[in-house]
Structure formats: C-alpha cells, structure tokens
C-alpha cells in the first residue's frame, strides 16, 4: 500500500517570497513522485516527476523539487513567487505498476501582492 | 499534453435523470480513469479502465458505472443523477512508459437539481 500527505492544506505567501510546499510519502516498493498544478476552472497540468537519477528536479515555471528518500519526502520549492502561481498543487506517487497513483489532498498557494 | 478531451464540459441535469460525460484521448494509452473532485475530498477515483472491454471500480463508485469499448474511448455514466453527484468530473490517462505520468482533462463540471 501507498500514501500522501501534504502537510499544508493552505499556504499564503506575499509576491517574490520563497515558498515551500511539503509532501511526504509511504510506500513498500520504489516510487515514482510527481507534482501536478491545478490553475482555477482548471484541469490538472503536471509541474515536474521524479523517476530516477538526480533527486533534484527542475519543472515549469521555475518550480524544482526534491526527493529524500531517507525521508520519504518529495517537497515542492520556488526561490520567488508571481501572482501567477496561485492554485491548487497536489503531490502524487506511483509505485511503478500503472494503475497503481495515489494523490495527496492538495495545497493551496495563494500568492498576495 | 495526452489530447484528452472531456464533453459535456457543463451541464445541468435533474434529480432521476440519466447522465453521461464522455471521455476522448488521441494518445492510445491503455489505462484510462474517472476522478470526481469536491471541495474538501481532493481528487477521488470512481472507475478506470485497463483496456478495451475491461474496467474496475475506484473509491466512490457506487452510483456510477463506466464502459470502454474503444481504446481512445471512455464514458461515464450515472444511472440516476442525484444531488450528491453534483461535482467537477475528471478524465484521465495515464502513460506507462513515462514513469505512470498521468494526464488529465478539462474537467467536465456537473449540477444536479
């Protein structure tokens, strides 16, 4: 079995601030870990994955993340937020059978000017 | 982008009514799923598909079934609308050979009066 967490349901920052959204995983097997960003009226767009190789992935929009697997943490960061970036961002991990994704609760960044 | 296109994309329905939301790819990925999204529940899975003819159940689906018998071809019905139903209804694929990335639609926003 699988599970997310996302241990900020909201996270409000002001324009040009660093942010950080958390996501901690469980998992028995090895894991593929994405971040998908969901704009309103919106579908969800995927932001950045982390298959294999380098922990720290580089997504759209200046987004990276990176993966701990002594942690089993997957947190989502950007050194300077727009007014653009707020929307609703979910975690999700994949234990390597499709068919197998479980997404997180989602985050709210709300970016204030 | 899996060239996923959802339709209905809003439609208002009444209680007892019959309902279905049609789900098209252009990719030819084999897995296929059906997410209702509310305030509050993140995404919840009621139905995916793992080919042509062959479908199973997710976390909320009673009051739902699906049928696929295409490959790019996904539909979801609702036998008898209820209020309760009343949601933002997403489609999605899924593609194996990127890690399980998945993709999702536009969303297809259903109000049951």
């Known amino acids: 079995a699988q599970s997310v967490t996302q241990l900020d349901s909201q996270v409000p920052v002001f324009e040009e601030a660093p942010v950080e959204l958390r996501c901690n995983y469980s998992s028995s097997v090895s894991v593929y870990l994405f971040w998908y960003v969901q704009y309103p009226n919106q579908g969800l767009q995927l932001l950045l994955k982390?298959?294999?190789?380098?922990?720290l992935v580089k997504g759209i929009n200046g987004f990276e993340a990176e993966f701990n697997k002594s942690q089993t943490s997957f947190h989502l960061r950007k050194p300077s937020v727009h007014i653009s970036d707020t929307a609703e961002y979910f975690c999700?991990?994949?234990?390597?059978?499709?068919?197998?994704?479980?997404f997180g609760d989602g985050t709210t960044l709300t970016v204030k000017p | 982008d899996a060239g996923i296109t959802q339709s209905p994309r809003h439609k208002v329905t009444e209680t007892g009514t019959p309902v279905t939301l049609r789900c098209h790819q252009t990719?030819?990925?084999?897995?296929m799923y059906w997410y209702r999204q509310d305030p509050g529940h993140g995404l919840r899975l009621i139905h995916y598909?793992?080919?042509?003819?062959?479908?199973d159940k997710g976390e909320v689906s009673d009051g739902y079934s699906v049928s696929r018998s295409k490959t790019e071809d996904f539909l979801l019905t609702l036998e008898s609308a209820t209020s309760s139903q009343t949601s933002v209804y997403f489609c999605a694929t899924e593609q194996a050979s990127s890690g399980n990335t998945i993709y999702f639609g536009e969303g297809s926003w259903l109000t049951v009066v």
């Open positions: 982390y298959l294999s190789g380098s922990t």
């Open positions: 990719e030819n990925h084999r897995y």
């Open positions: 598909s793992y080919g042509v003819k062959d479908t």
């Open positions: 999700a991990v994949s234990g390597g059978n499709a068919g197998k994704s479980t």
